[in-house]
T-cell receptor, first 114, second 118 residues
Framework: AQSVAQPEDQVNVAEGNPLTVKCTYS??????LFWYVQYPNRGLQFLLK??????LVKGSYGFEAEFNKSQTSFHLKKPSALVSDSALYFC????????????FGTGTLLAVQP | DAGVTQSPTHLIKTRGQQVTLRCSPK?????VSWYQQALGQGPQFIFQ???????QRGNFPDRFSGHQFPNYSSELNVNALLLGDSALYLC?????????????????FGPGTRLTVL
């Protein structure tokens, strides 16, 4: 079965510093990987996805993610964190089969200190 | 371009009651998925509708049922509510794109409906 793991419940970073939110995956077949962000009491906003091609994927709000097949990782990164980036981040993988059902990780809370 | 909309935003019910949640997909989208997000957890897939039929179902009991209408909007119904059904219910829409591999399309989520069961 497909799965993703987010090993850190919380990541703390100072404003202006680079940030990384980690995600590892386990899939059979080609991995289709996604990152979403959730602000308090809100739905999920799509940031970026990896389907195929370049291992560095650029997304919304200055975020990017690096796909590493040998390490089965898909870490989310941003060169310079903003206080407004503070939110809950979810990594997800497509489950396979005949639909685009997503399997989500448990989420990582990003706290950016001013 | 309107995004995914859901109604109501909040709902309070008591155990044993029934509830209906509604979702309008993003303009041009034809596929609707429902997810349940319990407090402190990631979203869990309930089911997906395409062409007015349930195409895939997650590990949820039959108390959870749904419907998709010809205009692609969707409803989620939950019968015999339990305390454990308290959660944020998220609707996501996407567009199946011919010629592309299944699963490459992006799901866009609505703001959710917060259901509280007392």
């Amino acid at each position: 079965a497909q799965s993703v793991a987010q090993p850190e419940d919380q990541v703390n970073v100072a404003e202006g510093n680079p940030l990384t939110v980690k995600c590892t995956y386990s899939v059979s077949g080609n991995p289709y990987l996604f990152w979403y962000v959730q602000y308090p009491n809100r739905g999920l906003q799509f940031l970026l996805k990896y389907i195929t091609g370049d291992n560095l994927v650029k997304g919304s709000y200055g975020f990017e993610a690096e796909f590493n097949k040998s390490q089965t990782s898909f870490h989310l990164k941003k060169p310079s964190a903003l206080v407004s980036d503070s939110a809950l981040y979810f990594c997800a993988v497509r489950d396979g089969g005949a639909t685009n059902k997503l399997i989500f990780g448990t989420g990582t809370l990003l706290a950016v200190q001013p | 371009d309107a995004g995914v909309t859901q109604s109501p935003t909040h709902l309070i019910k008591t155990r044993g009651q029934q509830v209906t949640l509604r979702c309008s997909p993003k303009s041009g989208h034809d596929t609707v998925s429902w997810y349940q997000q319990a407090l402190g957890q990631g979203p869990q897939f309930i089911f997906q509708y395409y062409e007015e039929e349930e195409r895939q179902r997650g590990n949820f009991p039959d108390r959870f049922s749904g419907h998709q209408f010809p205009n692609y909007s969707s409803e989620l119904n939950v019968n015999a509510l339990l305390l454990g059904d308290s959660a944020l219910y998220l609707c996501a829409s996407s567009l199946a794109q011919p010629g592309l591999a299944v699963g490459t399309d992006t799901q866009y989520f609505g703001p959710g409906t917060r259901l509280t069961v007392l």
